[in-house]
Nanobody, 123 residues
Framework: QMQLVESGGGLVHVGGSLRLSCLAS????????MGWFRQAPGKEREFVAA????????YYEDSVRGRFTISRDNAKNTVALQMNSLKPEDTAVYYC????????????????WGQGTQVTVSS
């Protein structure tokens, strides 16, 4: 049974940066695609970024492409999300998740979730 724990969230001003980390335990993340999602108050959880099991291909939601970078270290069993040029609309709880299917941007394809970490971008 895999468990995921996110860390690195916090309060940052517009234009600032944060680096989120996701540490897996119980199972290795190698062999699994991994993704980041976010949920703002009153909104549905949405796709942010994903990375294939090898790290060879990454995917991004349009609004974060060029500002966010997803990466993984299979040896350390971690996934990271580097967030730069943050905007107030990036404010949300960010979740790390394990991808179990081929539709890597589809929330339905993710079967293991962390508890989330709050990111707040103040203007």
């Amino acid at each position: 049974q895999m468990q995921l724990v996110e860390s690195g969230g916090g309060l940052v001003h517009v234009g600032g940066s944060l680096r989120l980390s996701c540490l897996a335990s119980g199972r290795r993340i190698s062999g699994w695609a991994m993704g980041w999602f976010r949920q703002a108050p009153g909104k549905e959880r949405e796709f942010v970024a994903a990375i294939t099991w090898s790290g060879g291909t990454t995917y991004y939601e349009d609004s974060v492409r060029g500002r966010f970078t997803i990466s993984r270290d299979n040896a350390k069993n971690t996934v990271a999300l580097q967030m730069n040029s943050l905007k107030p609309e990036d404010t949300a709880v960010y979740y790390c998740a394990r991808g179990a299917g081929v539709r890597i941007k589809n929330i339905q394809e993710y079967d293991v979730w962390g508890q989330g970490t709050q990111v707040t971008v103040s203007s």
